[in-house]
Every structure is written in structure tokens, then in C-alpha cells.
């Protein structure tokens, strides 16, 4: 808290103030959102909406909806959340043996690429939360397995 990251308050009202915040309108977003949660509902993000997110949520809450609480006990905390990204769909383009391609789309020997720096083997598409892990395993294990062939062969 010192540095400012996490912010408190005893209520809402003096949470929103903290964060610089109208207090009004925080109070108001909270008991909408409480509504919801008592039912197990979130219906802004829809998080536990699906089985997959029911099986992500808390196992210990006791709700309709393991993924949704109200927000109710004091102190309450909040933290900045900024957008940002995570990895990339756009990285270098590569050949099934994870050589990076060059712009005639040629193999440059002995350059890989493995993980978020390689294009996505996804298309574009974030299917679930760690889908890049099992790509970049797989073609490191690839890339390596060539590199080291490549090498026995000189």
C-alpha cells in the first residue's frame, strides 16, 4: 500500500475516494453488482458462466456461482488495472521444423523461434488462459530435436 498499488477503504464510498473515484457511482456499481451475486449472476462479464469457468472459481464459496460473491465485508481493496498484452499472434513466421522464414518465406538456418515470438499456431484466436504453453513446448522440443540433428550432420 505504500507505493500505492493496492488501495482500502472502510466502505465503498471511501474506497472510490481513495482511488479518486466517484463515490456515488461506485456505491451504485457495487449494489448492482451484489444483486447479481446473490444469484450467481455477473452479468457485465459473465464470468462462471460456463462449466470451464465454474470449474476455475472458488471451490470453498458456498453461492450459486463459485466464480461471483457480493462484495460486502470491510476493508475493501482495489488495485489499478491497466490494458496491456500478454503475448502476441504476430511474431516471426516459421516452417514445422520452428526455422524462422525469411520475407521469401525460405528457411534462415540455424535461427528459431519457439513460444510467443514465433506467429501463433492458433490463427489469432486465445482459446483458454496458458493455450501458448503447449506450442511453445512442442516446438522447442522440434526446434531442438533439428538443431541438434543439424549439428550431427556437419
Not at 49 to 56: G, I
Amino acid at each position: 500500500m505504500r507505493n500505492g498499488y493496492l488501495k482500502r477503504g472502510a466502505t465503498i464510498e471511501a474506497l472510490a475516494m481513495a482511488c479518486g473515484l466517484p463515490p456515488k457511482v461506485l456505491a451504485e456499481t457495487a449494489q448492482r453488482f451484489n444483486a447479481s451475486a446473490r444469484e450467481g449472476l455477473d452479468p457485465e462479464f459473465g464470468r462462471g458462466s460456463t462449466p470451464y469457468n465454474q470449474k476455475m472459481g472458488d471451490p470453498l464459496h458456498k453461492g450459486p456461482n463459485p466464480c461471483v460473491a457480493p462484495i460486502e465485508q470491510a476493508p475493501f481493496y482495489a488495485v489499478k488495472v491497466l490494458p496491456g498484452s500478454f503475448g502476441t499472434f504476430a511474431g516471426l513466421k516459421t516452417n514445422a521444423q520452428a526455422h524462422v522464414l525469411d520475407a521469401g518465406g525460405r528457411a534462415i538456418q540455424g535461427l528459431y523461434a519457439v513460444g510467443t515470438d514465433m506467429a501463433s499456431v492458433m490463427g489469432g484466436f486465445y482459446p483458454s488462459g496458458g493455450i501458448n504453453l503447449g506450442p511453445a513446448m512442442t516446438f522447442g522440443y522440434i526446434a531442438g530435436r533439428h538443431a541438434a540433428a543439424s549439428r550431427n550432420d556437419n
